[in-house]
């Protein structure tokens, strides 16, 4: 599947219609970015599964603001539209794969128990 660029016009729609989401954070002057990017199209092409994507903090400085992006490249996972995962630094190829094993595995019915759970005693 091709990576896709998000906008502030289509990134909550995005997220929104796609159950797993890969959001690679990154800028076209960042070296690692341009190092990353060859290890993160070729994950992409064998998992059909999940909707890659990438945002230019240059470009995109709102939705790098609303995520609070201060170092790049950052990746962050989504899964039914919940955050599961925010990291930066570029990630070799083995561990990228292994990630996203890992929150594929997921139960997300009990993620969402425990934010429930997080944030009714945040609450109280």
């Known amino acids: 599947m091709a990576v896709i660029e998000l906008t502030q016009d289509n990134f909550e729609e995005t997220i929104t219609n796609n159950p797993f989401v890969l959001v690679d954070f990154w800028a076209p002057w960042c070296g690692p970015c341009r190092g990353f990017a060859p290890v993160y199209e ?34 962050m996972i989504f899964r039914d539209q919940i955050m599961i995962f925010s990291q930066p630094g570029a990630l070799p190829e083995g561990s990228l794969r292994e990630l996203l094993v890992k929150a594929g595995e997921l139960d997300m019915a009990k993620v969402r128990t425990e934010i429930e759970q997080q944030q009714g005693s945040s609450n109280a």
């Open 42 to 75: 070729k994950v992409s092409a064998d998992h059909d599964d999940i909707l890659f994507a990438k945002v230019n903090t240059e470009d995109e400085q709102q939705i790098a603001a609303h995520f609070q992006i201060r170092s790049i490249p950052t990746l």
